[in-house]
């Protein structure tokens, strides 16, 4: 459902479930209008909003994740760090989530 949704956005989907030993994971690595997005998708049952578990922790792990993989890959561009909260039937895209 995110990869749809971030296609019909007029994302380029680069690289799912991108694993940094000892860091963590990035769900979705995606491209947009010359910005590198790194995407958090985060979906739960309908009596819990999943938005919740973006939690403080998660995050850092997302940061360090996304600093990894731009040193090694050797990539100097803009990005974002991105989130896709999944609710029943509903996708809401929420961007610059760490600022």
Do not use: C, W
């Amino acid at each position: 459902m995110a990869i749809r949704f971030l296609i019909q956005e007029g994302f380029v989907i680069i690289e799912r479930n991108y694993f940094a030993r000892k860091l963590g994971e990035i769900d979705i690595i995606a491209s947009r209008d010359g910005v590198l997005h790194f995407i958090e998708v985060k979906g739960a049952r309908a009596d819990f909003d999943p938005i919740y578990n973006l939690t403080r922790s998660k995050l850092r792990k997302i940061i360090n994740s996304t600093n990894y993989y731009m040193k090694t890959q050797n990539i100097d561009m803009p990005f974002s760090i991105d989130a896709i909260i999944i609710r029943v039937d509903e996708v809401e895209f929420i961007e610059n989530i760490t600022i």
